[in-house]
């Protein structure tokens, strides 16, 4: 038997969503109701009007699109007063020219940055670290990625984590270290382990295989 370790611990793969009601930049949201049927990324920054949660703002916002292409929406949150957000992104926008096209929660209390486990006590004290969830369009958290203070993310990465795990979900396959890109199969995908010794061998006849547990083939697409 295995212990689950969020009974009342941090949020874990795999596991539904918490519920909350917060303020946002774009008016009240009641989550993950108001998501249903589209994958997210919730992620929260440290603080507004600081330097690497602004150059991770543009770099969301310039990718905006592309995760929309995906299905995917935004969301933003600190634990900063939505007053504090609306002067950052019309501070961004007048300065950097850049629109901030996403909602941003206002956890003034930290309460939703407490249910996330987004608060690492001694590392950020009660500035949360850089996390990002990704929930898909049934609620359940399918990724979580956590950096710390001084440390921007990789929006590429976010975006490849994406897409990633849908066509995973679509191909019912895995998806190897840089992929697409990968040093060993390029875009091709990992076949799913074999649950029998028979079905082992019919592997090595039915796709390239390294050995009969590392089998691979081409996406079959949409
Ligand atoms: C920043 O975004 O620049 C930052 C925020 C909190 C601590 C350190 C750096």
Redesign the pocket.
Known sequence: MVTRLSENGPVLIGDKAPEFTAQTTHGPVNFPKDYEGKWVVLFS???DF?????TEFVAFAKRWKQFQELGTELIGLSIDQIFSHMKWTEWIKEKLGVEIPFPIIADNTGSIASLFGMLHSEASGT?TVRTVFVIDPKGIVRAIIYYP??VGRNMDEILRLVKALQTSDKEKAAIPANWPNNELIGDRLIVPPPSSEKEAQERLKNYECYDWWFCHRQARGA
């Open positions: 920054h440290p603080a600081t330097p690497v949660c602004t500035q203070l001084n």
